[in-house]
């Protein structure tokens, strides 16, 4: 289940790490999370299998091939929804638009409201089912 990886210890960080220095190998990312090799491998296993992460291997003389890593476009959705919680647990108002299945957009706000802007607001649980009223 991807929300468990997530919660994960150094998931978040990883990501974050990724999401703003680019592609990095496995040895850049120990050095900056002061975490051990083995444990870092398995994380990184982790993310490449729940494709929040690209893998690349390029050789290196005679040595072991090294590791690079960089986010997926699914992780940095998930940089965006980590930013969204922040902004939640501050108790900021926040605005997010998306678009459903018929490419209608919907303002979803922090209060847990949908604005469609087409006169009705949703105020039922997002996520749950869905009542509208003017």
Not at 22 to 44: A, H, R, T
Not at 78 to 102: C, F, G, P, Q, T
Not at 107 to 129: A, E
């Amino acid at each position: 289940m991807l929300l468990k990886t997530l919660t994960k210890k150094y998931v978040k960080e990883i990501l974050y790490i990724l999401y703003n220095r680019g592609e990095l190998y496995s040895g850049q990312i120990q050095n900056e999370l002061d975490i051990d090799s083995g444990n870092l491998s398995k994380i990184l296993s982790t993310l490449v299998k729940k494709k929040l992460v690209f893998k690349r291997r390029e050789p290196k003389g005679e040595s072991m091939p090294m590791s690079y890593f960089k986010l997926s476009d699914l992780g940095k959705s998930v940089i965006k929804i980590y930013e969204i919680s922040e902004a939640l647990e501050r108790n900021k108002n926040i605005e997010i638009i998306i678009k459903d299945s018929n490419n209608a957009k919907k303002n979803i706000q922090s209060n847990n409201t949908i604005n469609d802007n087409s006169g009705f607001v949703n105020t039922g649980n997002i996520g749950g089912n869905v009542k509208f009223q003017k």
